[in-house]
């Protein structure tokens, strides 16, 4: 009997009618037509799902991608289009918290502005790139001291911190840097706690969040190696306006003579503001690091007088157009080189 067999799944335009002596040979054939439909497509159930992905700074936003690759979309809350200090969340950006799969932050102590929303997103996942495991945490004092003592593993850091407290009853207003990301060796901590919690999220994709992240790690790893040789052959000395590079001054040796303030914010002293005016002209400071978030009136006032380099490094990413993690790192290495005296 005559029988035209149809398309099957859209798989095909058209197929010719064939004559078929017997159902049975019916059945056998479409069995056949479908094992070869299914071997040219694959199952829905195995397609890679597009994770959608939250960064806070636009450090964290340039490393996620490189990790997660294309096929993932990544959004991030600051841009160089707005100032860390003065954000605040748009609709746009609360939407893209309440509907990603995964918020990538440094920690609640960078942007408290943002840590409700954070919060709130019960729908994602949440990595607080400050608790990954081995991350290095520097503690500090605020006030002109600007003490900072630095240990291996966190829970060690938090019981030597309190026992700072006790014995130093001074010692009101300890607090951590956020920095974190100005140590390359942290940030390499942070590529594979960022890879773990993609490849929770999408286990199909591991040997390509895996093979990303050896990248990143690799290439982290040559800054690393190439800025102790840079350090071991000079002396840098210098102020900063305000406290944002520690991690990498003290993982290259750099020798920070003092920092005017205790936040972006935050007034100091006069009689601060004297003691760092008294070091610049002593000849013992070989320059003074700004940033793009600071009041530059702060700069005029501490350098006034004073003939000394301003070099300005922008960890944040947020008044470049290349924002890229590696190119940040290697702006504030290339600052750091003009300081040498």
Known sequence: MPVCVLPV???????????????????????????????FKPALAEESPRLKIVTDIPFVSSLVRDIAGEEHQVFGLITTANSPHEFALRPRALSAIQNADLLVTIGPQLLPSINTAINDASNARLLNLFDAPNIEIIFLTDGEGHHAHREEGKKEQEEEHAKDLTEDSTDQHANVDPHIWTDPINVQIMAAAIRDELVALNPSSKNVFTENTQRVIEQLQQFHEAQTLRAATSTITFITLHDNVRYFAERYGLVSKGTLLASSHAPTSARHLKKLQQLLRSDKVSCVITDPNTNPRWTQTLTEGVDIPLLEVDILGTSTDDAHYLSLLTKLSDAFSECIR
Request: hydrophobic fraction near 45%; charge should be negative; aromatic fraction near 12%.
């Open 9 to 39: 799944q859209d798989s095909f335009d058209w197929l010719e009618c064939y004559t078929i002596s017997s159902m049975n040979t019916l059945i056998r054939y479409c069995l056949g037509l479908s094992a070869i439909i299914l071997a």
